[in-house]
């Protein structure tokens, strides 16, 4: 069964109201079949890989679609950005259908993969782009100039593709993606084979883009990226979303509350385990090892008046208070409270998919286009 906010956002799109209109992308009803085994015959069992997905992406947002392996997040990525064709269901990019109008959609494309000249230079490579993309002649060196900067590659500027690391190639792949501030940006696991100073260049950028206008989808392996970057997140599992919102929405929704970690001074666990059941109702004793206590406390909890029983929120301050007064009398020396993961909430609700059929048609039959020539 779908998840109300799933529903409600079936419910937003097929309405068609003023939210979707003024969105940047609306992907409605999205279906996508593969044909079973290898028989020209039209009895051929079908595998549902995208089982009518819904979702809207408004402008200056970046949209994180995840899932495990199998999910149907690849096959959905590639409906997006026209590499296949879905079996039905429209996706609308500012107002146009994308099955139906092939040009002019402003769009980038940082693939998985990279697809670049290796005989070209850094700077040769964005220039060619750059004249895909339309470019007026006279903007192309001082806009290459810029993305040169922007992306860290002014050592490299003169230098063969061919030459360059993996690391520096996903720059340039990213690079070419933004060329000429297009209106909608698709990356595809855009900071695979960056080290981590790169990585959180390369966030930045995603930011600054979002901050003047660009709007982004993104598909990656790291939460922390996913945490950083995305304003709104849906998480596949079975080619349909388990769950769709911003991060703080999700941790509310399906988070198992606040995770605290004490670190006892001494050999007290025993004792500092009691006072700590006593002080704050609700907690939960997880672990411990050594003299480090894990626990839990719900974001709410029960409240009874005598006759009534009541659900309250948690009050934080309380918690921080109490564990602040152990620490001052040295029965602690440190704690730390920190909210549910956006990991721990993948794992929860999409796991390991058993069948990765779904992936395995994708690359049976995925096509070795290289972004300067895919259809959008």
Same mark, same amino acid.
């Given at each position: ?29 999205? @279906? ?22 819904? +979702? ?10 995840? =899932? *495990? ?38 769009? =980038? ?73 297009? *209106? ?12 981590? *100073? ?9 930011? *600054?883009?979002?901050? @003047? ?40 929704? +399906?988070? !198992? ?10 050999? !007290? ?27 839990? @406390?719900? +974001? ?7 006759? !009534? ?27 730390? @409270? ?39």
């Amino acid at each position: 069964q779908f998840d109300e906010d799933v529903r409600r956002e079936r419910q937003l799109i097929l309405h068609d109201n003023e939210t979707t209109k003024s969105s940047v992308i609306v992907v409605g009803d999205l @279906v996508k079949e593969f044909k079973e085994g290898k028989s020209k015959s039209n009895d051929k069992s079908t595998y549902l890989a995208v089982n009518h997905l819904n +979702f809207h992406v408004q402008k200056r947002a970046c949209f994180g679609l995840l =899932g *495990a392996n199998g999910a149907g997040k690849t096959t959905t990525f590639r409906m997006l950005v026209n590499d296949i064709k879905s079996t039905s269901g429209k996706i609308i990019i500012n107002g146009r259908n994308i099955n139906q109008t092939k040009r002019d959609l402003e769009i =980038g494309f940082c693939p998985q993969f990279d697809w670049l000249l290796h005989d070209l230079t850094v700077l040769e490579t964005l220039t060619l782009f750059a004249k895909l993309k339309g470019v007026e002649a006279s903007e192309i060196s001082e806009m290459c100039n810029n993305i040169v900067n922007i992306f860290g590659l002014e050592t490299y500027e003169n230098r063969r593709v061919q030459k360059l690391s993996g690391g520096n190639k996903r720059k340039v792949s990213a690079a070419l993606a933004f060329m000429a501030n297009p *209106a909608l940006v698709f990356l595809d696991e855009p900071t695979t084979g960056l080290d981590a *100073a790169a990585k959180r260049k390369l966030w930045k950028v995603i930011r *600054a883009a979002r901050d @003047v206008g660009l709007t982004i989808i993104m598909t990656s392996h790291s939460m922390e990226e996913c945490e950083a970057l995305c304003t709104k997140i849906g998480i596949m599992k079975m080619g349909q979303f388990m769950c769709l919102g911003n991060l703080q929405h999700l941790r509310n929704r +399906f988070g !198992n509350g606040y995770a605290i970690k004490v670190k006892v001074v001494g050999d !007290n666990l025993d004792n500092i385990k009691a006072q700590l059941m006593t002080d704050i109702p609700g907690i939960e004793i997880q672990d411990q090892h050594n003299e480090v206590l894990f626990c839990n @406390v719900p +974001f709410s909890h029960s409240s009874t008046d005598g006759r !009534n029983t009541t659900q309250l929120p948690y009050n934080l301050a309380h918690v921080f208070e109490i564990l602040n007064k152990k620490k001052e009398q040295k029965i602690i020396e440190s704690y730390s @409270v920190t909210q549910t993961t956006l990991e721990q909430i993948f794992v929860q609700l999409a796991g390991e998919d058993e069948d990765i059929l779904s992936d395995q048609k994708d690359n049976n039959n995925k096509q070795t286009i290289p972004p300067m020539t895919t259809r959008l």
